[in-house]
């Protein structure tokens, strides 16, 4: 397995050591297997299908408000790291509001997925919609954010990504989010979608990204001490993964193959990918010792 590096610090230690940092634990983080919400944001690599508008609202006995594994970007009727997450390394019973949508570059993710979708459904605080407002609070919940793949693929700035998705943290957080997960963008460079001969020259361009999002994190937690921040190095992990294949139980005739083992088309991983990275997620997550002891965790959404 991936071994995602935690290393925590305190507030202020957060100017020092920003690059080195991916883990920031306040006093709301219950730990993961507390966890009773979880929110997800993001493009094709978290998209299940689900809409806001059209689903029924996520249950226990539906736990992505679209019948699993929802309709992902992985093989027909295959599940996605958001839905192994859900299922098969969680151990408690979360509900997911995975409102992600293929192709989905930052703007789509602040404008839509959170202005538009969360916070005029699950995140209003609009008093004629508390009724229907699912009972999540600042600790028994997460939100996590996987974006900017599209983005950098555009040929779009880091930066400019980078100052919508952290507009977006802030609507958040205003709406009472206090724990963040924060996947980073994975080597597109090494999918079947780049040629070897384009690969070495665009790799420095996710490294910038990805450091780039550690300084803006860090920036995040320093502005609002109460919250829990965590990055999960994704980069790293597929770097990983191609590097040893076989390890993972991967053909590595494969590691650059559209239609093998490791990626179902140009750009998207297969579900056995996506089964590695849900399960190195929720290893991160496990690691993190919580603080908080919330109550009522488990009542009925």
Not at 30 to 48: C, H, Q
Not at 119 to 146: E, H, I, Q, T
Request: overall charge negative; hydrophobic content about 40%; proline content about 6%.
């Amino acid at each position: 397995m991936f071994n995602n590096l935690i290393t925590t610090a305190t507030l202020t230690e957060v100017d020092a050591d920003e690059d080195q940092v991916n883990v920031y634990v306040g006093p709301h983080w219950p730990g993961f297997a507390s966890l009773r919400y979880l929110f997800v944001f993001g493009d094709s690599y978290s998209d299940v299908g689900y809409n806001s508008d059209l689903c029924t609202p996520p249950s226990d006995e539906n736990p992505l408000g679209v019948v699993f594994p929802g309709q992902t970007y992985a093989e027909d009727d295959a599940p996605n790291w958001v839905g192994y997450l859900a299922t098969e390394f969680n151990k408690s019973r979360f509900l997911v509001y995975d409102y992600a949508v293929g192709g989905a570059v930052t703007r789509h993710l602040r404008f839509e997925q959170v202005e538009r979708e969360f916070l005029k459904g699950a995140g209003s605080r609009d008093s004629d919609s508390k009724a229907a407002r699912p009972k999540w609070n600042a600790g028994n919940s997460l939100f996590v954010s996987w974006i900017g793949i599209n983005d950098l693929g555009r040929g779009w700035s880091s930066a400019a990504a980078l100052d919508l998705l952290f507009e977006a943290q802030e609507m958040l957080f205003e709406a009472g989010a206090r724990n963040f997960l924060f996947i980073d963008i994975p080597p597109i460079n090494r999918s079947p979608a780049a040629s070897l001969a384009r690969a070495a020259s665009v790799d420095p361009l996710y490294k910038s990204h990805n450091t780039q999002l550690s300084s803006r994190i860090a920036r995040f937690v320093k502005s609002h001490p109460e919250i829990s921040a965590f990055q999960f190095y994704a980069y790293d992990m597929f770097n990983q993964m191609l590097d040893n294949p076989e390890m993972y139980g991967f053909n590595p005739k494969d590691v650059r193959k559209a239609g093998g083992s490791v990626w179902v088309d140009h750009l998207h991983p297969t579900s056995a990918v996506h089964k590695v990275i849900a399960e190195n997620v929720a290893s991160f997550l496990y690691e993190i010792e919580g603080k908080s002891q919330p109550e009522a965790q488990f009542s009925k959404s």
